[in-house]
């Protein structure tokens, strides 16, 4: 079992930056392909990003490729999405989540075993 909390949410007015974390514990976090999420009000969770296990390849939405930047800290157990040049569009809540038979990352969702609970995203106009 992997648990994962994700943290570092919040509000900010578009153009703004966020960073945020998934902190993991259980199984050897280092050995997963880990990704982000995200879902707003009346919408599908979507793909936002997600990196190899070793951090050697990440892969991207394109709706946020040049704006977020994926990256992990094996030795800390901890996952990171930092995210730039904030919309509207991006306000979501957004979750973390692990592949727990696999170190390739995948864009979808039923592809990955354990999951946050989510942390809130408000981008304002």
């Known amino acids: 079992q992997v648990q994962l909390v994700e943290s570092g949410g919040g509000l900010v007015q578009a153009g703004g930056s966020l960073r945020l974390s998934c902190a993991a514990s259980g199984r050897t976090f280092s050995r997963y392909a880990v990704g982000w999420f995200r879902q707003a009000p009346g919408k599908e969770r979507e793909f936002v990003a997600a990196?190899?296990?070793?951090?050697?390849?990440?892969y991207y939405a394109d709706s946020v490729k040049g704006r977020f930047t994926i990256s992990r800290d094996n030795a800390k157990n901890t996952l990171y999405l930092q995210m730039n040049s904030l919309k509207p569009e991006d306000t979501a809540v957004y979750y973390c989540?692990?592949?727990?038979?696999?170190?390739?990352?995948?864009?979808?969702?039923?592809?990955?075993?354990?999951w946050g609970q989510g942390t809130q995203v408000t981008v304002s106009s």
């Open positions: 989540a692990a592949r727990g038979t696999t170190p390739i990352p995948s864009s979808d969702s039923y592809d990955y075993d354990y």
């Open positions: 990196i190899t296990w070793s951090g050697g390849s990440t």
